[in-house]
Nanobody, 122 residues
């Protein structure tokens, strides 16, 4: 089992950048694929990006392509989401995820972080 702790959220101006971090702890903390989701106000939680165990394969949702980049540093047991050119519509709670199972229509996540708020203002 792995425990996840997000950080790096907060208030940012439109057009700015933000890097979210997710620290993983516990036994075999580097032995999971990882990902990022977000939940916009009044919306369901949506998939943003995922990265495999070694960090050699990434997959992005259409909403993430071109602006968001997922990466990981297994020496630090951390995964990151670099977000550039942020827009007010990016305002959401962002969640780190570990041990994701692709069910085709959606992802099943075995471990969630508690979430971090990102607010983008004009």
């Amino acid at each position: 089992q792995v425990q996840l702790a997000e950080s790096g959220g907060g208030l940012v101006q439109a057009g700015g950048s933000l890097r979210l971090s997710c620290a993983a702890s516990g036994r075999d903390s580097n032995n999971y694929n990882m990902g990022w989701f977000r939940q916009l106000p009044g919306k369901d939680r949506e998939f943003l990006a995922t990265i495999n165990t070694s960090g050699t394969i990434t997959l992005y949702a259409d909403s993430s392509k071109g602006r968001f980049t997922i990466s990981r540093d297994n020496t630090k047991n951390e995964v990151y989401l670099q977000m550039n050119n942020l827009r007010p519509e990016d305002t959401a709670v962002y969640y780190c995820a570990a041990d994701m199972i692709n069910l085709g229509s959606h992802w099943s996540v075995q471990n969630w972080g508690q979430g971090t708020q990102v607010t983008v203002s004009l």
